[in-house]
């Protein structure tokens, strides 16, 4: 099993549709937990921490469940700008070593 | 923005010369890594530093050395560029005072022919 699973889509959503990305991870240890998200020939850039009690950031909404080891990023009313790749990020227990999923691209479309 | 540098930004080269890649960071950062990007295998951990001359491993090390003489500054060397290293190089470093929560740099988009 892989260490962190996306699926890589693509998901081609229309502006202001609620779009869901999951990821799982596969190490029970597993610390910490990010969303990053990458534009094209860009470097990744952290969207939001994740949190076991769930965190919001706006449109954008964060969950844990670590009894699945599973990790959800909800994308509300979607934008044309929110078009990009979005990667699931995890770190191990007492480590500073982050694995990264493989990413989920996001097409917004007018 | 972390005020992380790297520098070339992008370079070709021929294989079998020897390449080095620079990351410049401004904030003091303990901790910086090298990764590369490929299509179909995502960010891959190369080198990472835990402080001045301190280094370690990553996933994907074979053919590259990294130094790290100085706090701000974290080099990563492709003894004998070879085509399969044909990649984008990603620096980063990371932010203990915030959930370890890690920046990158620009990017080096690195072309051996």
């Known amino acids: 099993r892989k260490e962190v699973e996306q699926d890589p889509g693509p998901f081609n959503v229309p502006e202001g549709a609620t779009v869901a990305f999951n990821c799982t991870y596969s190490?029970?240890?597993?610390?910490?937990f990010f969303w990053y998200r990458q534009d094209c020939r860009k470097e990744p850039k952290l969207l939001m921490s994740v949190y076991s009690s769930g965190n919001e950031d706006g449109r954008f909404t964060a969950q844990l469940n670590r009894a699945s080891q599973y990790i959800s990023l909800l994308i509300r009313d979607s934008k044309l700008s929110d078009s990009a790749t979005y990667l699931c990020v995890v770190i191990g227990a007492g480590s500073y070593q982050l694995t990264f999923g493989k990413g989920t691209k996001l097409s917004v479309i007018p | 923005d972390a005020g992380i540098t790297q520098s070339p930004r992008h370079k070709v080269t021929e294989t079998g010369t020897p390449v080095t890649l620079r990351c410049h960071q401004t904030e003091n950062h303990r901790y910086m890594y090298w990764y590369r990007q490929d299509p179909g295998h995502g960010l891959r951990l190369i080198h990472y530093?835990?402080?001045?001359?301190?280094?370690d491993k990553g996933e994907v090390s074979d053919g590259y050395s990294v130094s790290r003489s100085k706090t701000e500054d974290f080099l990563l060397t492709l003894e004998s560029a070879t085509s399969s290293q044909t990649s984008v190089y990603f620096c980063?470093?990371?932010?203990?005072?915030?959930?370890?929560?890690?920046?990158f740099g620009p990017g080096t988009r690195l072309t051996v022919t």
């Open positions: 980063a470093i990371t932010r203990e005072d915030s959930g370890n929560e890690q920046y």
């Open positions: 530093s835990y402080g001045v001359k301190d280094t």
């Open positions: 190490n029970s240890a597993s610390q910490s």
